[in-house]
């Protein structure tokens, strides 16, 4: 079991992500999840729930695991980012405090299995890394009990907490924010560095992988950032990394016109030149919603939304026409999946 703290003379350092907080009694982190009590760590949203929801796997995004499935998906309070354009300010920038109610594993794993067409839990909404000794509970329990463990994270964490995180959860989304560390910072009060580590350990230790990068006009969406953050997902990671480029809305503090759907779409075909799933989402048209085998160009599954047709793919997720392996996991679904 991972150390997630140390002591630093009266105080004591968080050593879960690489703010490494230095925490005077009483107080808490960056996250304002984790207070130092006596001298140890207190998760205060430990079983505290912001958000319950049975949703299309397709929403995290993940569109290349167990495609058409249901995923029962939880979140709690707290961020170790201050990104002003977050979607979800509302429970990520809320400190923890003052909650009594907690939510047992038990209840969540019951809730799952009972749920239609789920495949397992994923931790999402706000960032599950601050959540860890909870998120471990529940996944090690829900894993035990067959179900699938997922995590929609920004990859800001430290290595070791990162290998014991690796070791419960099954499939990954993480929000890859810019591409330069200066931008980073800028955007979300921390560095780059840590984050592509991450992505380099998750890759390398063979769990499934998506990237999201949500565009910001003015802020991450030049062509040169865009092809460079592709080419290295491609060098670094794998050419076979699905990779979402989101669109962004005003949201918090932030109050920067929407990006145009031909922005998206453009930056898409420049991430396609390296990558073999390229995909678009918050908009409703644009392309890029598909999914097209990367050896003969056969629409595999075609999605409106969340909704989704699975075609020309055999059993085992393999195109039907070529037998280039499409989805390394995949439920053979024999109906079209609308949600």
Not at 18 to 23: R, S
Not at 89 to 101: C, E, L, M, P, V
Not at 269 to 286: K, M, P
Not at 289 to 298: N, R
Request: aromatic share 10%.
């Amino acid at each position: 079991m991972t150390t997630l703290f140390r002591q630093s003379g009266n105080k004591i350092q968080c050593t879960l992500c690489p703010h490494n907080c230095i925490i005077a009694d009483g107080r808490t982190g960056i996250c304002g999840a984790r207070k130092n009590n006596g001298g140890s760590i207190e998760l205060l949203t430990y079983g505290v729930i912001s958000g319950y929801a049975l949703d299309p796997v397709e929403k995290k995004p993940l569109y290349h695991f167990y495609p058409g499935t249901n995923i029962l998906s939880i979140g709690s309070y707290g961020c170790n980012m201050r990104c002003d354009f977050c979607q979800n300010y509302n429970i990520s920038q809320r400190i923890a405090a003052g909650f009594s109610t907690v939510t047992e594993a038990e209840k969540i794993i019951g809730d799952a299995q009972d749920s239609l067409h789920n495949i397992g839990i994923a931790f999402t909404y706000n960032e599950p890394v601050i959540w860890f000794e909870y998120i471990r509970d529940v996944a090690i329990k829900a894993r035990e009990k067959g179900l699938k463990t997922v995590m929609v994270s920004n990859g800001y964490v430290n290595r070791d907490p990162l290998e014991e995180i690796i070791s419960f959860t099954d499939a990954f989304n993480i929000d890859l924010k810019a591409f330069t560390d200066e931008s980073y910072r800028h955007l979300t009060g921390a560095g780059i560095e840590p984050v592509r580590e991450s992505l380099k350990m998750i890759a390398k230790s063979g769990r499934h992988l998506e990237i999201t990068t949500l565009i910001i006009p003015g802020q991450n969406d030049s062509e040169d950032e865009i092809d460079k953050e592709a080419r290295w997902i491609a060098s670094e990671l794998g050419k076979d990394i699905p990779f979402h480029l989101s669109r962004y809305f005003p949201m918090y503090k932030r109050e920067d016109p929407a990006t145009s759907g031909a922005t998206i779409s453009h930056l898409a075909e420049i991430a396609s030149g390296s990558l073999d799933y390229v995909y678009i989402g918050n908009i409703a048209s644009g392309g890029f919603q598909d999914t097209k085998c990367p050896v003969c160009s056969k629409t595999v599954t075609r999605r409106t939304g969340y909704s989704l047709k699975l075609l020309n793919l055999d059993q085992m997720g393999n195109c039907a026409s070529c037998r280039t392996g499409i989805y390394k996991h995949f439920k053979y679904l024999p109906y079209s999946v609308k949600n």
